[in-house]
């Protein structure tokens, strides 16, 4: 999705997460591009919320549910409540109770500052996660 997709699905989604996600927060590419960061697209938009919020999302947004395989039980990361949603305005991705290496991931507000982005790309670890944060790191140095 472009900038202006995201900030679209974000517009149309965003009332939905308040009432049925909060706390809810957005995480990866859409998160970044949503910051400001230079990045030409993203493949969804990632949410993440508790498990109750997780589940009151889907059952508003039951119509939407995508199909999708089942992460590795053993992966590095691990959600209480995962879900893809293929929304008419783009896909999403909500991760209820998000664990990463077995512990809660912990973030703040709904699109969280440049420098917890930072820190959950690096948590993460990934090839791609790094990369991203490399990105991250230089449009932050640019700003300054």
Do not use: C
């Amino acid at each position: 999705m472009t900038p202006a997709e995201l900030r679209a699905l974000l517009d149309r989604l965003g009332p939905d997460l308040d009432a049925f996600a909060a706390p809810w927060s957005l995480i990866g590419s859409g998160a970044l591009i949503l910051l400001g960061v230079p990045l030409e697209t993203a493949g969804d938009l990632d949410v993440v919320t508790g498990v109750e919020g997780a589940a009151r999302l889907r059952a508003a947004w039951g119509g939407w549910l995508a199909a999708g395989e089942a992460k590795a039980p053993d992966g590095p990361f691990r959600s209480d409540d995962f879900a893809r949603y293929a929304t008419p305005w783009g896909p999403v991705e909500v991760m209820g109770g998000l664990k990463v290496r077995g512990r809660a991931l912990d973030v703040s507000g709904p699109i969280p500052s440049a420098a917890d982005q930072l820190r959950i790309l690096r948590l993460f670890g990934r090839p791609k996660d790094l990369a991203k944060a490399e990105r991250l790191e230089a449009w932050l140095s640019a700003q300054t």
